[in-house]
């Protein structure tokens, strides 16, 4: 069975867009220092792992018949996290498979902070943007926050992420390149509707401009 593997990746979201905006100037806090002017934008990124099976056109991550290296490889490009499911720290594939759509994986390098999972957990019908408070607390710990979320016969997989950490996917997922395993790195920008989403149904030999196939020789 071949399986295609997309990568979708957003870059440089700022950070300030997940937190409610106060529309009542009075209450704004201003700051007139020359420091806070000039400081950055603090930004994220987002990441979204999605799989089909072409010759049984079956769309979820979990449905790949490499899945369980697929695991193990992403497993390893996170391996200086701790991964918590509630107040239990777990494996990823664990956590993974043991966690219901919506709700929150939180991976920390060092221990789980003082925000709960209930400031982040999505009704089966929602979307991650309904959490954006609570999301933006977690980044700005420099922790990731990871979801399931459902694809037509399984659920894919969406990260987010205050540092860009792009490269160790790339690296690992590189390695499983055959015949067998094609690897589409998207940048998710350029590929808004469900049409370009879903390549691989209509134009496989020629994917929509902002996704690349990734060869056994492909550099960064």
């Known amino acids: 069975m071949a399986d295609l593997f997309k990568l979708i990746y957003e870059h440089d979201i700022r950070l300030d867009q997940l937190r409610e905006r106060q529309l009542d100037r009075d209450s704004q806090e201003v700051s007139g220092s020359i420091e806070d002017f000039l400081k950055p934008d603090p ?20 449905c790949l018949s490499h899945y369980d290296e697929w695991i193990d490889r992403f497993s390893e490009a ?16 664990d956590g993974i498979e043991g966690s219901k759509m919506g709700e929150p994986l939180i991976l920390s390098k060092s221990y789980k902070n003082s925000w709960t999972d209930q400031d ?5 019908n929602s979307n991650v943007g309904h959490k954006k ?3 933006a607390n977690v980044l700005e710990g420099d922790d990731l926050v990871l979801y399931k979320e459902p ?3 399984g ?3 969406h990260l987010f992420s205050k540092q860009n950490i792009y490269r160790p996917f790339f690296e690992q997922f590189k390695k499983m390149v055959s015949d067998e395993f094609r690897f ?10 469900e049409r370009k989403f879903y390549f691989e149904t209509w134009t496989l030999d020629r994917p929509p401009h902002g996704a690349e196939e990734v060869f056994k020789d492909t550099v960064l």
């Open 184 to 193: 589409f790195s998207i940048n998710g920008k350029r590929v808004r509707s």
């Open 120 to 124: 982040l957990k999505l009704d089966y």
């Open 155 to 157: 659920y894919d997989l």
């Open 133 to 135: 408070s609570g999301l």
């Open 43 to 62: 930004t994220y990124s987002k990441f979204y792992f999605s799989g089909t099976v072409l010759n049984k056109k079956e769309f979820g991550l979990n």
């Open 151 to 153: 694809a037509h016969n």
């Open 78 to 93: 996170l391996m200086e996290y701790q991964v918590f499911r509630d107040e239990d720290q777990v494996s990823i594939k």
